[in-house]
């Protein structure tokens, strides 16, 4: 599904990926694990379009659609959803009035008719309840106020209702308590479907005592420096990323 | 030649010249106009008029507007019969004039009397309304509660006018004015001047969305004692426009509020320059403009509060924001304080900014296409500034006016 191709990136003219390679297969759970700086949410930044990274090599693909090529608003309407390390306040702008304006620009995008509100909200209603967010929060500004648990799960809840091919989760377990861990991640589970990929970016093991990945890769440096299976990110939890800064010198 | 540039006149002055002359006015019209030719049009020169230069920019004189007959009272009729109403007594100008019988019955208590009074003619685009109109309407508005919309429904043509506004003590009035119908024929030069009496309230809605090649509008607003105004613009139309207020309190406790929200593009240019006066202890001030600038048009905020000598424990706020949507954009925002007493609290700030790259991600990255986007932020920021708007049913009708702007830029 999500295909990178010796990917290199800048930001204002500092190279941070470097030349970095990525397959995740429709129906895989990839874990992304790797030490602060490595560049994870600079890769989750560029698969989403964010426009002050240059891109100074490599592709993108996901399945037939060359990422790299299209408007943010563009690879959210092919499937691509970003749940962001930092989700963005956005004081004056309902969070419902947003919610909606999503769903509905991406059914235009698809050529489909927007949703009747009561279709509309029976989706957030829906949603909201299983990611036990309260539904008078979605009245007040987009993340305005909000807790740091209550962001990450209202990114949840935004993911579940649009439905993405490829879901990109930046430490989405960072900020949450146990509780809303548990929540959050069987709110992820529920959207595992053959049709589906997720790349899970997170520091640790605990997140993937929930939600079990089918991969796990290692980045140092700007590059993925191991793949394996789920038992890397035991080994990652008991010794560090020693052995792996080394690797992408 | 060692002439001053000043000493000739300019092709526009020249023709208000010919204009007045060919008029046959009372004295005190011939005093303003007199007045007017010594202080000639304003220039950058002038302080007050420094970002806009009115003598520049006004290189044509719009014929004076006649008195409307029947058939142009007919028309005038047929459009404000599809004005939805935002208040409550209806009170018509057409092309200046009070227009009686499109009127509503005034409740008792009120009361609309010509009048040929005029202030004293101290600045030059009073002195022009002075000279050109054709005396003032004056508006006594009834003890307790009321609420009063005037209509301005403007042709083509100078149009000059003139509006005396008293709310009694303790009174309570919504006013909601209405600048409508002008088109790039239209240059508009109104003059309101506004009296409250001890403890009254005013809460007066200003709404210029018509499309005038000059619009000039001059508020002078004096409170008296624990007295409140609480005054909100919104310009979303109009060729050139300023609005110059002169808003102060003679007496303790005044409670005032000047507000607003620009919407421009193309290339249009509004200035709002304001002096607010605290000249009694314990008044209250609080200045929130906002304004969004689009393409190559420009915008102007001056405001200058003035606290004098006795004005003790003044408490006084401004803030003037704008965003500009395009390089070639334009905002001067100059808020200015001249504090002469001793124990008050004054703070002013002024931003000019655009929108934030990090919020505009976030919603592209759900789908949102840019100019939605934009207009979603957008619609929030120019939101806050109609938040001051008391009145809901007025408040609804400067958010419809703000997403109409907002969508006709994205067409
Ligand atoms: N907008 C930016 N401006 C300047 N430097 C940046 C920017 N974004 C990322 N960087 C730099 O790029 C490097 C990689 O950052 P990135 O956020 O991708 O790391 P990360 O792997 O997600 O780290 P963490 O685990 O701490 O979240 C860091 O050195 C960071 O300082
Ligand atoms: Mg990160």
Redesign the interface.
Known sequence: MLNVKNLSVSIHGQPILDGLNLTVKAGEVAAIMGPNGSGKSTLSYVI?????YEVTGGEVWLDGENLLEL???E???KGV??A?QY??E????ATM??LK??LN??RR?RGEADLTTPDFMRAVRGAAASLKVDPDMLKR??NVGFSGGEKKRVEIL?MAL?QPRLCVLDETDSGLDIDALRIVSEGVNALRDAGRAFLVITHYQRLLDHIKPDVVHVMSKGRIVKTGGPELALELEKNGYRDYSEAAA | MSVHSLNVKTGAEAALAQQFAALSPSEPRRAAFAAFERLGLPTRRDEAWHYTDLRARLTEVAALAPAPDAARLEAARAALDVLPRLGGMRLVLVDGRWAPVLCDAPPSGLTVVPTPDAPEPDEAVVALNIAFAEGALRIGLPPGESSVEIVHLDGPGAIFSRLEVFVPARARATVVERFEGATGETQRNAVTILGLGESARCDWTTLIADDAALHLETRRARLAGEAALNDFALISGGALVRRQLDVGHQAASAKIALSGLSLLDGTRHADTTLTLRHAAPLGQSREYFRHIVADAASGVYQGKVIVSPGAQKTDGAMKSQALLLSPTAQMNNKPELEIFADDVVCGHGATVGALDPQQIFYLLSRGIPQREAEAMLLEAFGAEAIERVADETVADALRERLRAWLKGRAA
């Open positions: 989403a379009g964010k426009p002050e408007a943010p608003d690879r959210a309407a959803f970003l962001f989700p963005v956005i004081p004056g702008v009035t947003f304006a999503a620009a991406q995008a500004p987009v935004q649009l």
